[in-house]
């Protein structure tokens, strides 16, 4: 008995349903979306950069290229060969003093500074000057300058109070000057800088030596 061949329909081809306009309008809107997302990260970065070289451009100018005035000072000191005289007729001193300079350049950049000297006083009149050659101090460094000094009464009016102060055994002496140079930065930048020093000296006459001494 012959089998009945079920009969085999071809599949009619189905038509593609047509996009509604909602679906046609969604994509290009999620698209947009996506580009201002990215528009706004990419401005959110640049703000974030912009904010970070501000900070160091402030913290350059504020350390780096921020200048100070080198600190001069008077570091130590010593009395050599010293005599004196309290006569109350003929009052007088004379004696020799060894110290050290101090030149405190705390920039980042070297100090130049030109020929000067340092003035030693008693009561207003000079006593005795050391000259300093020009150098130089370099960055963030401290410049030790030795010099040494003859300091006498021969200027010293004969009407003063030298004969009782030297009666009291204590010498009193100002030391002051100052140094002109320029701080050099980057090799580019120049800044005229004029540390100066004023130093009050104690000396004990008796013992011979430096009691103490302040500098401003």
């Known amino acids: 008995m012959a089998e009945n061949d079920p009969e085999v329909h071809p599949m009619e081809p189905t038509e593609a349903q047509p996009k509604t306009d909602v679906e046609s309008a969604s994509t290009p809107s999620e698209e947009l979306r996506r580009r201002k997302n990215k528009r706004m990260k990419c401005l959110g970065c640049v703000a974030v950069l912009a904010i970070?070289?501000?900070?160091?451009?402030l913290s350059f100018a504020l350390t780096v290229m921020h200048v100070k005035n080198p600190?001069?000072?008077?570091?130590?000191?010593?009395?050599?060969?010293?005599?004196f005289s309290p006569s109350a007729t003929s009052p007088s001193f004379s004696l020799k003093l060894e110290a050290e300079l101090a030149i405190k350049n705390t920039n980042f950049g070297h100090y130049n500074y030109e020929n000067s000297s340092i003035t030693f006083a008693y009561?207003?009149?000079?006593?005795?000057?050391a000259l300093i050659s020009k150098g130089r101090a370099n960055t963030r460094s401290t410049k030790e300058?030795?010099?040494?000094?003859?300091v006498n009464s021969s200027?010293?009016?004969?009407?003063?109070?030298l004969a009782g102060d030297l009666g009291s055994?204590?010498?009193?002496?100002?030391?002051?000057?100052?140094?002109?140079?320029k701080v050099h930065l980057l090799e580019v930048f120049k800044?005229?800088?004029s540390p100066q020093m004023n130093c009050t000296i104690n000396i004990d006459?008796?013992?011979?030596?430096?009691?103490?001494?302040?500098?401003?």
Do not use: H, P
Not at 52 to 57: E, K, P, S, V
Not at 71 to 83: A, G, N, P
Not at 123 to 129: A, Q, S
Not at 155 to 161: A, E, G, L, T
């Open 52 to 57: 970070l070289l501000t900070a160091i451009i």
């Open 71 to 83: 600190k001069f000072r008077l570091s130590s000191i010593e009395v050599e060969d010293l005599s």
């Open 123 to 129: 009561r207003g009149t000079k006593v005795g000057e």
């Open 145 to 150: 300058i030795e010099i040494t000094v003859d």
């Open 155 to 161: 200027n010293v009016s004969s009407d003063s109070n």
């Open 169 to 181: 055994g204590i010498l009193s002496l100002n030391s002051y000057g100052d140094l002109s140079g």
């Open 191 to 193: 800044k005229k800088k």
């Open 205 to 216: 006459l008796v013992n011979k030596e430096i009691q103490d001494w302040n500098c401003n």
